[in-house]
């Protein structure tokens, strides 16, 4: 089991992180697991609504687990007055706040970007909504399901003729972690040259829009609305997924190598089509996707997977098996890459969980360590970072200001 960091090319970056759920956290994730001190802010009593999402063990989230390992816990009510001026303390302390409410609810709250940038004008403040922060629909709530929908992903997403189809993991969210985690970079690189932080505007639409740019491109070059279109690539074919004797093979002919289709042709034992006009080029292959698919799918059935990629990989094709989650977990690459690592819970006990996939050569991150319980971290944040003592903190502990363990929730 390889060690896990305990630095990284951002230590020193602070993070003060309200996020909840999936985008917010997957940003401060990975931001953390390279090298950020991010500390996780949780509403008293029940914490990141995530701490109750599926799969549980004795109650313990394996979801609020995967996305929140390495992070500090503190709970403090924001609602109470005594609360907000700690947290308006704790953001003198920080260089970044990262939150993914519905725009205007920090604002509510009195603790919104206005406000804490001239409590700390060198302050990064990242925001993720469904919408973003202006616009006409900046206050309608979005989750990731609502806007692939309305950012066009599940309506290229699907078999030909078929229904709308949500891609297998939470695409919404992730793209919006990954900009947001952009973003906060870029930020702070600024910074070093201003001296002044700034407002890091995400939206969950807009990265849909942003991460589709072939479908777009495609749209606006045609005029043509884009379809569903299975495993296959619009414009390159064969670029796709193929029935085989046991499982499924995926295939992606490259552009402009010269003799592909041929030696292709040969191996599936159909050389007349070699020459046929209707396939000559990617384009016509394109073209006449419909005759020419049943042809090459009857003759992948002939042999399995494994025997396909020995053949076609002499060749240099670019090929390779479809995997299920348990296969590719299993593949020597992946070890080798550490892409799934150990990390002990004391609930759970010990579970791989995706490693970081940047690889530094002189000042590698990856994953710190486990999840926190909520609040755990409440009594150390606060004398760590305000000075507080241990009466001062048992007070607000009295008063419920401050939590510093999660309390027991009713899952009905």
Known sequence: MPALPTSGPLEGLRILDLTWVLSGPFATMTLGDLGADVIKLERPPFGDVSRTTGPLVDGESGYFFSVNRGKRSISIDLKSDEGKELFKRLVGEVDVVVENFTPGAMDGLGVGYEVLSELNPRLIYAAISGYGQTGPMRELPALDVIVQGAGGVMSITGEPGGGPVRPGFSLGDVAAGLYCAIGVLAAVREREQSGRGQMVDISMVDCQIAVLENAYMRYHVTGETPQRLGTRHPTAVP??????????????????????????????????????????????????????????????????????????????????????????????????????????????????????????????????????????????????????????????????????????????
Not at 288 to 301: D, I, Q, V, W, Y
Not at 345 to 358: A, D, K, Q, R, Y
């Open 239 to 412: 670029f796709q997924a193929f029935p085989t004797a046991n499982g499924y093979l995926v295939l992606a002919l490259a552009w402009g190598v010269p003799n592909q289709w041929a030696l292709l042709c040969a191996e599936l034992d159909l050389p007349e089509l070699i020459d046929d006009e209707r396939f000559a080029t990617s384009q016509a292959r394109s073209a006449n996707h419909g005759e020419l698919e049943p042809l090459l799918s009857e003759a992948f059935m002939k042999r399995t997977t494994d025997e396909w990629i020995a053949a076609l990989q002499q060749y240099g094709m670019p090929c390779g098996p479809l995997n299920d989650i348990p296969s590719a977990a299993a593949m020597p690459q992946v070890a080798a890459r550490e892409m799934l690592v150990p990390v002990p819970h004391h609930t759970i006990g010990e579970m791989p969980l995706p490693n970081s996939p940047v690889k530094l050569s002189r000042t590698p991150g990856g994953i710190k360590g486990t999840s926190p319980d909520m609040g755990q971290d409440t009594r150390a944040v606060m004398s760590e970072l305000l000075g507080l003592d241990r009466d001062e903190i048992e007070g607000l502990l009295a008063r419920e200001v401050l939590r510093e363990e999660r309390a027991p929730v009713d899952l009905g």
